[in-house]
T-cell receptor, first 115, second 116 residues
Framework: AQSVSQHNHHVILSEAASLELGCNYS??????LFWYVQYPGQHLQLLLK??????LVKGIKGFEAEFIKSKFSFNLRKPSVQWSDTAEYFC?????????????FGRGTSLIVHP | GAGVSQSPSNKVTEKGKDVELRCDPI?????LYWYRQSLGQGLEFLIY????????KSGLPSDRFSAERTGGSVSTLTIQRTQQEDSAVYLC??????????????FGPGTRLTVL
């Protein structure tokens, strides 16, 4: 069965610091990769996604992620965080299994950005 | 347009009671998912509906959990004889079958279930 690991459970940064959140998955076949974000009191929403093509994908609010197939990784980055980036971040992998795409989510990373 | 809606937003129940949680997906979305989110944990997949196909129930933790999706739209998650460990936020998500949002999930606000 596929699994998704997010190594950083809690990250605390000051504004303008750079961010990188790790995400590794275990599945050898074709995958679709996602990062979702949950701001305090709000729904989970899509941050960015990778299906194919350029392994460096850009999402909303200045976030980007790079798919490195050889490392089974899809790390999330932002060069300069803002206080408003305080949220819970979830990495997710959709892999074809038994004819359907069943998504697997990581445990999430709580990001706190101090002003 | 309207997003995914869930009701109730909060549910407090006593141990041993049955509860029903409702999800209204985005109109036209063929896929519907239920997840459970416990404090400090990720999203635990429960069940998946895709169109008229048989649902994938592989994530249901016990036979106390069941779900239906009527007419390919509204879904109800039922938990029978609730236990304290069932306390969590239950999230519903829907997804279109094609288009630029293929496989992207649109989440509802969740139902916070507390079992006393």
């Amino acid at each position: 069965a596929q699994s998704v690991s997010q190594h950083n459970h809690h990250v605390i940064l000051s504004e303008a610091a750079s961010l990188e959140l790790g995400c590794n998955y275990s599945y050898g076949g074709t995958v679709n990769l996602f990062w979702y974000v949950q701001y305090p009191g709000q729904h989970l929403q899509l941050l960015l996604k990778y299906f194919s093509g350029d392994p460096l994908v850009k999402g909303i609010k200045g976030f980007e992620a790079e798919f490195i197939k050889s490392k089974f990784s899809f790390n999330l980055r932002k060069p300069s965080v803002q206080w408003s980036d305080t949220a819970e971040y979830f990495c997710a992998v959709n892999a074809l299994a038994g004819g359907s795409y069943i998504p697997t989510f990581g445990r999430g990373t709580s990001l706190i950005v101090h002003p | 347009g309207a997003g995914v809606s869930q009701s109730p937003s909060n549910k407090v129940t006593e141990k041993g009671k049955d509860v029903e949680l409702r999800c209204d997906p985005i109109s036209g979305h063929t896929a519907l998912y239920w997840y459970r989110q416990s404090l400090g944990q990720g999203l635990e997949f429960l069940i998946y509906f895709q169109g008229n196909s048989a649902p994938d129930k592989s994530g249901l933790p016990s036979d106390r959990f069941s779900a239906e999706r009527t007419g390919g739209s509204v879904s109800t998650l039922t938990i029978q004889r609730t236990q304290q460990e069932d306390s969590a936020v239950y999230l519903c998500a829907s997804s279109p079958k094609g288009g630029s949002s293929y496989n992207e999930q649109f989440f509802g606000p969740g139902t916070r279930l507390t079992v006393l």
